[in-house]
Each structure stands twice: as C-alpha cells, then as structure tokens.
C-alpha cells in the first residue's frame, strides 16, 4: 500500500497499480535548481551518479530468479533510527541538519511523528533564489510555513521489489516509512536497497 502526503494530508492511499494510475503523478519529483543545478557545486554532491547506476543495475540483473524463492518486506531492510526533523524547526535549522548529519534530505514530521513531507538542500536553495535580497528573513522561516512538495510514502509490509520499483519509476532517491495513521517507522534509501542485495542473496527484486 501507497501513499501521498501533502503538508500532513493523505492525498491518496491505495495500491500500487493505482499510484500508477494517477494524473499528474509524474510531477511529484520534479524539485529543480534555480538557476541549473551545474551552476552551484557545493550543492551538486546530491547527484550520486555511480550510486545510481549501480541501484538501477542490481535492480535489473534479477531478471531471472526463482519465484519459490522468499520474499522480503520492506519492514526488513528499512532504517528505523530516521533522521528527521520537525515542522516548527527553522529553514536555517533544516541546512544546518542535513549538514551536520551528512544526509541529502530528511522526513519533516509534526509533534506526533506523523509524516508531513521531505526536505532537501534544492527546496533550501530555490526559496533563497526566488528572494535572494532577503536571506535571512527566508533562512528564519519555519518549516510549517512553506510548501513541501507531494511526498509517497510505503507501508512497512509492502514487498521490496515493489517499493524499489516505485523508487526507479519516480526517481526517489529515498521512500518514507509510515503506518496507515502516517506516523513514520523507517525510511529505505538506495543505500538500504544496495546494501540488502550484498547481504541478502536470496532477495527478489523482481517477479
């Protein structure tokens, strides 16, 4: 089972086959640089090419496996200690997280953990841009404040091929965890998924 939030809202829930079926889906991704993304290198480390190739990859080479093999649940590989920040928290607070943790984006959540939406430093980057003569006032604002945009999120008893090709089809470079109340368990990663096909030789990624 899927998910979309939108500022803490459930926007849709329901199966995969329908989070495909959806209009405008395509659009939830697209958080782009203002100006392009090359112009601005202590922000372009996000882009971890080699990581992505190498996701895509172990993706594919599963083609051919058998199907009596078990399969794995999300619940099995996700990151359950998440790093996430809550919406009261500063812009300023956000930067700063990401930084000092060494992680490209995190769940923002409200006091009861439930899922509100996703930050990373491109969301932090494009509001500067859009008012660059008023940074400090921009860096002073709270999360809650501003627009996050659509976020899917998974169900922990989803299968594990089936989030990692919700992953590859939306061009998420990580998926929230939450349970039907939206509160966040977990968080998979491309990370989590190459480290599962290391360890986890038995694990389908595709059917």
């Not at 930084?99 to 409200?110: G, M, V, Y």
């Not at 859009?130 to 709270?142: P, V």
């Amino acid at each position: 089972m899927f998910a979309i939030y939108n500022n803490g809202r459930v926007g849709f829930r329901s199966t995969v086959d329908n989070l495909y079926n959806l209009k405008n889906v395509d659009e939830l991704d697209k958080t782009r640089f203002k100006p392009d993304e090359g112009l601005i290198q202590s922000f372009s480390n996000e882009e971890k090419e080699e990581q992505k190739k190498e996701f895509l990859n172990s993706y594919k080479k599963m083609a051919n496996i058998d199907t009596l093999e078990p399969v794995y649940y999300i619940k099995d590989i996700m990151t359950r200690d998440v790093f996430s920040l809550d919406n009261k928290a500063t812009i300023e607070d956000a930067y700063n997280f990401l930084k000092d943790n060494k992680i490209t984006q995190a769940p923002i959540i409200d006091f009861g953990k439930k899922i509100i939406g996703m930050i990373n430093k491109k969301i932090i980057l494009n509001l500067l841009m859009e008012d660059i003569e008023n940074i400090k006032s921009i860096l002073n604002k709270k999360i809650e404040d501003i627009y996050l945009p659509e976020v899917i999120t998974s169900e922990p008893l989803s299968e594990v091929r089936t989030v990692v090709k919700v992953m590859l089809d939306f061009k998420l470079e990580a998926i929230p965890i939450v349970d039907e109340d939206g509160i966040l368990l977990g968080i998979v990663s491309q990370t989590n998924i190459l480290k599962a096909v290391a360890h986890l030789p038995k694990l389908q990624l595709w059917s």
